[in-house]
């Protein structure tokens, strides 16, 4: 089994910073895509950012220029770093990251989520 765990939301006012952080343990035998969505109240979940093992990243136009995904697979971390915070920002931010396991199928897992409040 797998499982993430994800640290660093919390209350933070407008123009602010904040890092996410999101480790995952288990039976890994590698990890493709990690990723950071997020679900505001009301709204569907969306793609926030996304790195892929040979490095590629991909970012929603909402937070480009303010937010940095990185990883660390000596550490299967992923990163988001959040600059210039909006109140449009705040939502719980989740994880997500695709697996192959040592039998070498791939799966996707979630982290249980993060909060991320701005205020203005």
């Known amino acids: 089994q797998v499982q993430l765990v994800e640290s660093g939301g919390g209350l933070v006012q407008a123009g602010g910073s904040l890092r996410l952080s999101c480790a995952a343990s288990g039976s890994i035998f590698s990890i493709n895509t990690m990723g950071w969505h997020r679900q505001a109240p009301g709204k569907q979940r969306e793609l926030v950012a996304s790195?892929?093992?040979?490095?590629?990243?991909n970012y929603a136009d909402s937070v480009k220029g303010r937010f940095t995904i990185s990883r660390d697979d000596a550490k299967n971390t992923v990163y988001l770093q959040m600059d210039s915070l909006k109140p449009e920002d705040t939502a719980v931010y989740y994880c997500k990251m695709v697996v192959q396991s040592i039998t070498r199928y791939q799966y996707i897992h979630w982290g249980q989520g993060t909060q991320v409040t701005v205020s203005s």
């Open positions: 790195v892929t093992s040979g490095g590629s990243t």
